[in-house]
């Protein structure tokens, strides 16, 4: 088992996540600490940042998909502004003011 | 719907319909959903999926599909054992919940 992580350093992977990607974090500060806690439970309890608005299948393989940042993260930013669990936000979803809201699940399974 | 499983109760004076939620514990959306019944004091029964163990959790998402044919997000909930909302969308949640 990996070591474990502690909020702070999730804070700084989705910090890096979004600065590689071109992304912005959410403007929504208690969607943000909420989000961070859960990245940071699944962290510690799978060894992995599993998206902790999906479920985990039990292991890396079947979740690989949805391991943060997930494959559906992209597309979900460039047609809703926000992936999933509207932890990123594009720049320009950032900029318009809007809220986040639930988006359609695009993973099929 | 499923007696081996142990809700937990949420009391609440609004009991129009029988409100029954599965939900992540790490997940941001479950838990505005979770705080949209109770600040409306809708009574409802809710599990955290991510807390049972795997193969009772497979157990019962293969049920929700086989009675729903729906595809299973979270937060997933079922209205009188007959219709779902899925996903937290607050205008869909006012409308089935509050004003049905």
Redesign the interface.
């Known amino acids: 088992m990996n070591e474990k992580k502690t909020k702070e350093q999730t804070k700084i992977f989705t910090e890096m996540v979004a600065k590689k990607q071109g992304w912005v974090l959410t403007r929504d500060e208690s969607l943000y600490e909420d989000l961070t806690d859960g990245l940071t439970t699944n962290y510690n309890r799978y060894g992995y940042y599993m998206c902790p608005c999906r479920d985990s299948d039990g292991n890396r393989e079947a979740d690989q998909d949805v391991i943060c940042p997930c494959a559906y993260a992209a597309a979900d930013i460039a047609e809703y502004g926000h992936c999933y669990c509207s932890l990123y936000w594009s720049k320009e979803f950032a900029a318009s003011g809007k809220k986040a809201e639930a988006i359609p699940e695009r993973r099929n399974r | 719907m499923f007696d081996y499983l142990e809700y937990t109760e949420v009391e609440g004076d609004l009991r129009t319909h029988d409100i029954e939620v599965y939900a992540?514990?790490?997940?941001?959306?479950?838990?505005?959903g979770l705080a949209f019944l109770r600040e409306h004091k809708i009574a409802f029964r809710y599990i955290y999926?991510?807390l049972i163990p795997?193969e009772v959790?497979t157990r019962v998402?293969e049920a929700l599909r086989a009675k729903f044919n729906e595809?299973?997000?979270?937060p997933y909930v079922v209205i009188d054992g007959k219709s779902t909302l899925i996903?937290?969308?607050?205008p869909d949640w006012r409308k089935t919940l509050l004003e049905n």
């Open positions: 992540l514990s790490t997940c941001g959306f479950c838990k505005r999926v991510d795997l959790k998402k595809h299973i997000s979270f996903g937290f969308l607050e």
